[in-house]
């Protein structure tokens, strides 16, 4: 039998051999994971990253990094603090939306992702609020396995490509990232992906008034992202108008995520993505 490989990325190029990591041929040791915060949703992927010491990070994906068993209890997410609960839960939706709409969605993965933003956008203000919500934090932590699943299947787009890039220039966490940025990149792409979006809106229950679909999706979201308490700007961070350029480029060297993306991205469009956040 032909041995199966894993290939190690660094801001989506792949690297043979950084930081002793390269190929995986053979399994290790089965594990069992039990996630105590409900966003990554690595429990339910092949995937796992590593942090440079410059700050950048790469992506390892690998059959053999499938989880053997996966235990999700919610009354291990009771001590998190709300703002923890706000940028994973946040973190899991850009998952589950990004999937939804990237190049590569496909019947499997559409199932999952919208089984993963019915459970978030009904379920992660209450778990935002009302810390001791048992109900639903586990709503919550499902939806979150959801998208994780959904992600492994479809993978995600330009949101992730632009929120590595602020996360590693300016230490933000990466659900703040990604939820500083969900509405901005899925705007940006609405033309390329208005069905889509609509259709989440619509099976989300959201909607309603006299805009289309996507537009009334794309302002739940917002709201949702507001209420939760996720900043909608970068100088808070130390950004500066002159770091736009190299972080720009920085988002555009994730190729396998831009790639992915409903609609083609250039310098331009992602430095104004970029500007108005500061």
Not at 119 to 137: C, D, F, T, W
Not at 163 to 173: E, F, L, M, Q, T
Not at 196 to 222: M, P
Request: with cysteine; net charge negative.
């Amino acid at each position: 039998m032909a041995k199966l490989a894993a290939v190690a990325f660094r801001n989506g190029g792949p690297i043979e051999a950084w930081m002793g990591v390269g190929k995986i041929y053979n399994p290790g040791v089965p594990t069992i994971l039990v996630p105590t915060t409900a966003g990554t949703g690595s429990e339910a992927t092949p995937n796992a990253i590593v942090s440079g010491s410059d700050g950048t990070k790469a992506g390892i994906v690998s059959p053999f990094l499938m989880a053997a068993t996966v235990i999700l209890d919610p009354e291990l997410t009771l001590t998190a603090p709300s703002k923890v609960i706000a940028s994973t839960g946040i973190d899991a939706l850009a998952h589950a939306v990004e999937s939804y709409t990237g190049k590569k969605a496909n019947p499997l993965s559409d199932d999952f992702a919208i089984a993963a933003v019915r459970g978030i956008l009904s379920s992660l203000k209450g778990a935002y609020e009302v810390p001791a919500g048992v109900a639903s934090r586990e709503a919550v932590l499902v939806a979150s396995f959801r998208a994780g699943q959904a992600l492994t299947a479809a993978g995600t787009t330009a949101v992730h490509a632009l929120a590595y890039a602020i996360g590693s220039a300016y230490h933000i966490p990466h659900g703040v990232a990604n939820g500083m940025l969900l509405v901005p990149v899925l705007s940006f792409n609405s033309d390329a992906c208005a069905d889509r979006l609509g259709e989440l809106c619509r099976i989300s229950g959201n909607a309603s008034g006299v805009k289309s679909g996507a537009d009334t999706f794309l302002d739940y979201i917002e709201a949702l992202v507001r209420d939760v308490g996720i900043p909608d700007s970068l100088p808070s961070f130390g950004a500066r108008e002159c770091d736009i350029s190299a972080l720009a480029a920085q988002a555009l060297k994730a190729t396998r995520l831009m790639d992915n993306n409903p609609k083609t991205m250039g310098i331009a469009d992602v430095s104004g993505i970029f500007a108005a956040l500061l």
